[in-house]
């Protein structure tokens, strides 16, 4: 290695004051995900959702920037961060959620007044928030952390089983309600604000970080028919959580929607204006627990449907996050497998994205075949039958299968609700895809595998649609809207759909070659 590979550089990024450093030629968009940076296209250069702004260092620009930024923006140093190398060491102003709404640059109407409002996205993995002037919807900081309840369960049900079984219940409130605390005395401290200008915090979760959070017993989410007894709209005073903002301060948690579809999920309808929306359309988060919402202004279809953790990572022989190291995108070259490893390094792993993209290649190479049996030859360690695709990372059989539970459960239940509609996926003019999975999974190799059978221009990444929930939620004053979203939506249980099976076992299989999905008109 020589002094060039080995040269890093430093990134200092405002209006938050934190620095990073990293390896020459390693990509922003690797960077700038985890400070909150939106990709609303994936990062694939078609929409201006990721603009930075480039106050010191060079940042080279390239055709796709040219396209979509304005000679006097280039000239001013806007960028788009997903076309941005590393090479000089940057001073960088995130501003780029000044306007921007999901994959467009439609800004949101909203009641300017003044304070400060905090907007948090409560996830079973990792926590994110942000803090917005509510005289300007500016954001004035962001900090991400990893959910300290993590430590007593990776998913969802483990940390039932520990609420519940275990008694641990207040012990898991306590972790979350502190964390989330310090979160907002770290926004404070970033922005250099005055915490008692902070009007009201707006949280939004799955239904168990919901009740975990707001104190609501979780024992009916233990067993069937894991209905929770309460999925309202929670408020609390600051002084009543202890954190160091004023103490009238307005908390709100955002209402769920249904059994295991929390207000995550009411966060992204609001985002993606389903509940408003004249055609029919979707929103899918791919995650361990995968919600899906289908419908339009005169009703809403909402389910979840256990995925599985393949997605995340989880489950995986060499699976894990999608972070530094983790191996997030598979693609032929010329006949041969090449990987795509975030954060410009070796690769220490395989996270959901590269996963799916493994196999759509597997599949077009005939290494997989449309059963899931994988036909490589090679073996690991302990015997059992894998394909090497960047050394020292392989694909085993088991690898394979965990994705075929995960993908077939989403499908299914996908077609399920399309059924209960009377639709069927030509019928949908949209299908947004929410959380950091659904920004980062390649369309293609999605459809490649029969994850997503639509046409390509129908799936739309849309970025962290919960934390742009929340954001729209610290200007609604009436909250009528979210019981009419409620009012609007109907759950419908799969578990207890006797086709659903039958669905689950069909859309487990590999499609035997790629899918012709013709474009809606």
């Not at 609501?216 to 209905?227: G, K, N, V």
């Not at 010329?334 to 975030?342: A, E, I, K, N």
């Not at 920004?439 to 595998?449: C, D, E, F, H, L």
């Amino acid at each position: 290695m020589d002094s060039k590979e080995l040269r890093s550089h430093k990134i200092v990024l405002k209006p938050t004051n934190v620095e990073l450093t990293a390896p020459a030629g390693t990509p922003l968009r690797d960077l700038l995900f985890e400070q909150g940076v939106e990709f609303p296209c994936g990062g694939h250069g078609r929409c201006r959702g990721c603009r930075v702004r480039v106050l010191q260092g060079n940042v080279e620009v390239n055709d796709a920037q040219r396209r979509l930024l304005k000679p006097l923006e280039l000239a001013e140093g806007w960028r788009l961060a997903c076309q941005g190398i590393l090479n000089d060491d940057l001073v960088i102003e995130l501003r780029q959620w000044d306007a921007a709404i999901l994959a467009n640059d439609t800004t949101f109407a909203f009641t300017p007044r003044p304070g400060l409002g905090v907007a948090v996205d409560l996830g079973t993995t990792t926590l994110v928030a942000q803090l917005l002037d509510l005289q300007t919807s500016h954001v004035l900081a962001v900090r991400t952390a990893l959910n300290g309840q993590a430590r007593y369960g990776a998913d969802v049900m483990s940390r039932v089983g520990f609420s519940v079984a275990e008694k641990g219940q207040k012990k898991l409130e306590d972790i979350i309600r502190t964390q989330i605390g310090k979160l907002i005395n770290d926004l404070v401290f970033a922005a250099q604000v005055n915490p008692t200008d902070i009007e009201e915090v707006t949280i939004v979760g799955n239904t168990v970080m919901y009740h975990l959070f707001c104190g609501i017993d979780l024992e009916p989410m233990s067993h069937y028919p894991f209905e929770p007894r309460q999925d309202g709209m929670m408020t609390f005073l600051a002084s009543d959580l202890g954190w160091s903002i004023s103490s009238s301060a307005i908390v709100r948690f955002l209402p769920c929607l249904g059994s295991f579809v929390g207000s995550d999920i009411t966060a992204g309808v609001l985002a993606t204006g389903i509940h408003e929306s004249k055609d029919l359309v979707g929103l899918v988060d791919l995650g361990t627990n995968g919600e899906i919402v289908i419908g339009n202004r005169d009703g809403m279809l909402c389910s979840s449907t256990a995925a599985g953790p393949a997605f995340e990572g989880a489950r995986i022989s060499m699976g894990m996050r999608a972070a530094t190291g983790a191996i997030s995108e598979v693609y032929l070259n010329g006949g041969s497998v090449h990987c795509r490893v975030l954060g410009n390094t070796d690769p220490l792993g395989i996270c959901g994205s590269g996963l799916v993209d493994a196999v759509a290649v597997g599949l077009d190479l005939g290494v997989v075949l449309p059963s899931g049996r994988l036909t490589s030859t090679e073996r690991l360690a302990g015997g059992e039958k894998a394909w090497s695709l960047c050394p020292p990372i392989a694909l085993s059989q088991t690898d394979i299968r965990e994705l075929q539970l995960a993908k077939g459960a989403i499908a299914a239940g996908i077609h399920l609700i399309l059924q209960q509609w009377g639709a069927s996926e030509k019928d949908l003019t949209h299908l947004y895809l929410a959380g950091a999975f659904g920004n980062y999974i390649s369309r293609s190799s999605a459809q490649r595998i029969g994850l997503l059978k639509f046409p390509l221009d129908t799936v739309q990444p849309a970025g962290n649609t919960a934390l742009l929930g929340a954001k729209l939620g610290l200007f609604i004053n009436d909250e009528s809207i979210y019981q009419t979203i409620r009012s609007k939506t109907k759950h419908v249980s799969l578990n207890e759909d006797p086709s659903f099976q039958e669905a689950f076992v069909d859309e487990m299989s590999f499609p035997q070659e790629a899918l012709e999905v013709e474009a809606v008109e």
